[in-house]
């Protein structure tokens, strides 16, 4: 089977983006993998380090080899880690890629902290692919009143210290700041800067990760796949939905949990097969 950097390049050669969702619990799990499976995709399942205490590091990466073992192209990330020794702890359970968070962080400290997440994956020699981010979207993958404290137009990232950035660190897969924001903002979510992405794709030459494109319009997104955004996360819109659905499956007469959490699962599967769509061009 293809590896997760070769479908990147696959992805780059048809100008689409692979979906990345945000997974803490099996039927999570569920929904994703039956989704991508439906449509013949490549996915990527997310967890952040909160997600990983729940779901656990060695059962996910379990559930991931399962359906690789199967044949399908299901792709496992360890999302906004803030600490080398998190991220040296995935590397080592076996995941395809992770993402060291050091963006509150001074530059010269988020560059040296995310060097040396790149030297550990590379030295264990498994193909580990390492992301950082550059320029703040907020912390929160929820419905928001406004838009987070830090983030504006002034705090996007520019395409000059992008380039430095990455060449600094070494990275795989770089996360900017370009109008993008984690969780949904009740007032509508701000557009996303094209032209910036497209700055920023022509300056690092690495593959492009969109956080926080829950709400962000189709068109928005049409625009950012094409700008150069090859990897895209939706997290807030599958929790709502998550909700939405278990919610009306405990109000029904079942007592069976596979039977009311099923609502859940069916209604995360209705979001993540319309992105997918979206995002392959499908």
């Given at each position: 089977?293809?590896?997760?950097?070769?479908?990147?390049?696959?992805?780059?050669?048809?100008?689409?983006?692979?979906?990345?969702?945000?997974?803490?619990?099996s039927e999570g799990f569920k929904a994703v993998v039956e989704s991508a499976a439906a449509l013949g995709v490549p996915v990527?399942?997310?967890?952040?380090?909160?997600?990983?205490?729940?779901?656990?590091?060695?059962?996910?990466?379990?559930?991931?080899?399962?359906?690789?073992?199967?044949?399908?192209?299901?792709?496992?990330?360890?999302?906004?880690?803030?600490?080398?020794?998190?991220?040296?702890?995935?590397?080592?359970?076996?995941?395809?890629?992770?993402?060291?968070?050091?963006?509150?962080?001074?530059?010269?400290?988020?560059?040296?902290?995310?060097?040396?997440?790149?030297?550990?994956?590379?030295?264990?020699?498994?193909?580990?692919?390492?992301?950082?981010?550059?320029?703040?979207?907020?912390?929160?993958?929820?419905?928001?009143?406004?838009?987070?404290?830090?983030?504006?137009?002034?705090?996007?990232?520019?395409?000059?210290?992008?380039?430095?950035?990455?060449?600094?660190?070494?990275?795989?897969?770089?996360?900017?700041?370009?109008?993008?924001?984690?969780?949904?903002?009740?007032?509508?979510?701000?557009?996303?800067?094209?032209?910036?992405?497209?700055?920023?794709?022509?300056?690092?030459?690495?593959?492009?990760?969109?956080?926080?494109?829950?709400?962000?319009?189709?068109?928005?997104?049409?625009?950012?796949?094409?700008?150069?955004?090859?990897?895209?996360?939706?997290?807030?819109?599958?929790?709502i939905a998550y909700k939405t659905g278990v919610g009306a499956g405990l109000e029904s007469d079942e007592i069976a949990p596979y039977k009311f959490m099923a609502k859940g699962i069916e209604e995360m599967k209705k979001v993540i097969?319309?992105?997918?769509?979206?995002?392959?061009?499908?």
């Amino acid at each position: 089977m293809k590896t997760l950097r070769e479908y990147l390049t696959w992805a780059e050669e048809k100008q689409v983006a692979i979906g990345h969702f945000n997974i803490s619990d099996s039927e999570g799990f569920k929904a994703v993998v039956e989704s991508a499976a439906a449509l013949g995709v490549p996915v990527i399942i997310g967890v952040s380090e909160g997600e990983r205490d729940f779901i656990g590091v060695p059962e996910i990466v379990a559930l991931v080899k399962i359906e690789r073992a199967k044949g399908l192209p299901v792709f496992l990330n360890a999302d906004h880690t803030y600490s080398v020794e998190k991220v040296k702890e995935a590397v080592d359970a076996g995941f395809d890629a992770v993402l060291f968070d050091g963006v509150t962080k001074p530059y010269e400290e988020n560059v040296s902290m995310t060097c040396e997440c790149v030297a550990y994956a590379k030295s264990k020699g498994n193909g580990v692919l390492v992301e950082a981010e550059l320029g703040f979207i907020g912390q929160s993958s929820k419905i928001l009143d406004k838009i987070p404290e830090g983030v504006s137009e002034h705090t996007q990232t520019k395409p000059e210290n992008a380039r430095k950035f990455v060449e600094e660190t070494g990275i795989d897969l770089f996360a900017p700041s370009v109008g993008n924001i984690h969780g949904i903002t009740k007032g509508g979510e701000p557009n996303l800067n094209i032209e910036r992405i497209r700055a920023i794709a022509s300056a690092v030459g690495v593959p492009l990760v969109l956080h926080g494109a829950s709400g962000n319009s189709d068109e928005d997104i049409r625009f950012a796949i094409n700008a150069g955004v090859r990897i895209i996360h939706i997290n807030t819109e599958i929790r709502i939905a998550y909700k939405t659905g278990v919610g009306a499956g405990l109000e029904s007469d079942e007592i069976a949990p596979y039977k009311f959490m099923a609502k859940g699962i069916e209604e995360m599967k209705k979001v993540i097969v319309d992105k997918l769509k979206l995002f392959n061009k499908l």
